[in-house]
């Protein structure tokens, strides 16, 4: 089983993506390399998902559900190349958006969408700002448009360094206004670990609100050694809990079982949830029948079809011409 998606979810619970601080408000920025990092992602995710401590998910087996959802939701911004872990996402993703609106590198407004042979979610948006980072074997693609209250945002990450191969994208549309925001994220990992050697993918998307924690979400990953599929309805923080259903180690979500969380669920509490699961979401517990609002779950379909369309996938995008910087 590969060490990289044992330490994946089951129950990735609701990325709800952007409690849009204003970028003149220096209270939720801070400093890094001399440029203004807002905690944008990142910050709304402390907010809106459970808040896990780094560290804890040590009191359970490797590959146990409570063990993959511990994992992705440890508040951890420092994680590895080969590693998921939402935290560390959006940290990332922060960066990258803070570069670009800083940069000021204004390009015509239009619609600007992956060359991606499994159609996003999202679709394509429109962008106004754009941004080529590089260093090392790692590069990404930056495009943001903030109008009013309403924002966009696409970031693309490739790197391929000493044998660490990554491919991604985070793409999150956001009315601070209303608190609606919906997000997808793709990642392709290549783990090297004797016979489990080879492209693990993870796909996710996620709507929700960042007033009320409402949230839903469907997740698929294909691992190397480890796989899940996992549907997500409910309340992620304060009063009621959210409702999963999920198929352990495998792909496909047909053989599943339902587990309902409370918000702000202790590690205590965690740990009861350890050998529960039902095969009904009645009996587990859904009185608000959150099971008649799942998403429709992601299938195999949706991921390259195999390795060697994972290793050839591209991700790239042409970079756009820049009208002009603030520089």
Known sequence: MSKFWKVFFVALVSLVLIVFASCDDASDETKKDDVNVYMVFYDAAKDILPDYSAGSRAVWELGSPIYELYGILEDDDDVQVGYFNIYDTLNNADERFSETINSGNTISSGDYSLDYSKSSVLGSASYDTYMEYSDDGYRSDTFVKQS???????????????????????????????????????MAN????????????????????????????????????????????????????????????????????????????????????????????????????????????????????????????DLSVAAPEVDGSSD
Do not use: C
Not at 157 to 182: A, P, R, T
């Open 148 to 186: 009013g209250t309403k924002m966009n945002m696409l970031n693309i990450v490739i790197i391929d360094n000493d044998g660490e191969k990554s491919k991604s994208f985070v793409e999150g549309h956001y009315d601070e206004e209303s608190g609606d925001v919906e997000v997808e994220i793709f």
């Open 190 to 313: 290549y783990v090297e670990e004797g016979s489990n050697t080879g492209w693990e993918l993870v796909r996710a998307y996620f709507e929700g609100n960042t007033t009320n924690h409402t949230f839903s979400l469907k997740v698929i990953r294909d691992g190397t050694g480890y796989d899940h599929n996992v549907l997500g309805e409910g309340v992620s923080q304060g009063d009621g809990y959210f409702l999963l259903k999920l198929a352990n180690n495998a792909v496909e979500i047909t053989d599943h079982k339902f587990y309902t969380v409370n918000a702000d669920a202790t590690v205590e509490e965690l740990k009861v949830l350890e050998d529960t699961g039902s095969d009904t979401a009645e009996a587990a517990g859904d009185t608000e029948e959150y099971v008649n609002n799942l998403l429709e779950a992601f299938t195999s379909e949706d991921l390259p079809a195999d390795q060697d369309a994972a290793e050839s996938l």
